[in-house]
């Protein structure tokens, strides 16, 4: 299956929970190209970006996992190459 390059947007407003979500991250780390966290302190939230470059099959995969995660809200954006 071809890759496809993808942005996950991740909103993390329990805290309790980053511990599940760093070790998502870390399992999918062959896929990830790279990653940004900017804790927003004055709403008590954290916003993540995560670039890919794997099978839609897998950033699929991952975001779903992520989804799952109380507290945690994710979004994808792919590229249309």
Do not use: C, W
């Amino acid at each position: 299956m071809e890759n496809r390059i993808a942005l996950l947007s991740i909103i993390v407003e329990d805290r309790e929970n980053v511990d599940v979500l760093n070790a998502l991250l870390h399992e999918f780390s062959d896929d990830i190209i790279g990653r940004m966290g900017l804790p927003y302190k004055e709403k008590n939230i954290s916003l993540i970006s995560i670039a890919m470059d794997a099978p839609e099959d897998v950033i699929s995969n991952l975001s779903g996992k992520i989804g799952q995660i109380e507290g945690v809200t994710v979004k994808a954006a792919y590229s249309k190459h």
